[in-house]
């Protein structure tokens, strides 16, 4: 079982930058696809951006492409989410999540929250406008 502990959360004003980490405790990531999400208050949990084993395939919801970027460094077991240009609707709760995953070439990027098993306990950000 992988434990996952997210990092990098904080307060900025809109149109700065922050950098979340999410460090897994297992000996390797490389079986694991690995996504983030986030909950705002009073708002059910969204999905944000996932990558595959291949650290190349990866998928961004809507509202954050072309501002957020996640990439992965499996030698170091972590993933981290790059987040730019950074706006109030982005408050909440993010969550770093994973799942083992080898049928696959690696390219697989789940995108719901029923395709992972394991969950870190979030980092706050707060954008303040």
């Known amino acids: 079982q992988v434990q996952l502990v997210e990092s990098g959360g904080g307060l900025v004003q809109a149109g700065g930058s922050l950098r979340l980490s999410c460090a897994a405790s297992?000996?390797?990531?490389?079986?694991?696809?690995v996504g983030w999400f986030r909950q705002a208050p009073g708002k059910e949990r969204e999905f944000v951006a996932a990558?595959?084993?291949?650290?190349?395939?990866?998928y961004y919801t809507d509202s954050v492409k072309g501002r957020f970027t996640i990439s992965r460094d499996n030698t170091r077991k972590l993933v981290t989410l790059q987040m730019n240009s950074l706006e109030s609707g982005d408050t909440a709760v993010y969550y770093c999540?994973?799942?083992?995953?080898?049928?696959?070439?690696?390219?697989?990027?789940?995108?719901?929250?029923?395709?992972?098993?394991?969950w870190g306990r979030g980092t706050q950000v707060t954008v303040s406008s």
């Open positions: 999540a994973a799942n083992l995953e080898f049928y696959s070439d690696g390219s697989y990027v789940p995108k719901t929250e029923g395709n992972f098993v394991y």
């Open positions: 297992e000996r390797t990531i490389n079986n694991y696809a």
């Open positions: 990558i595959g084993r291949n650290g190349i395939s990866s």
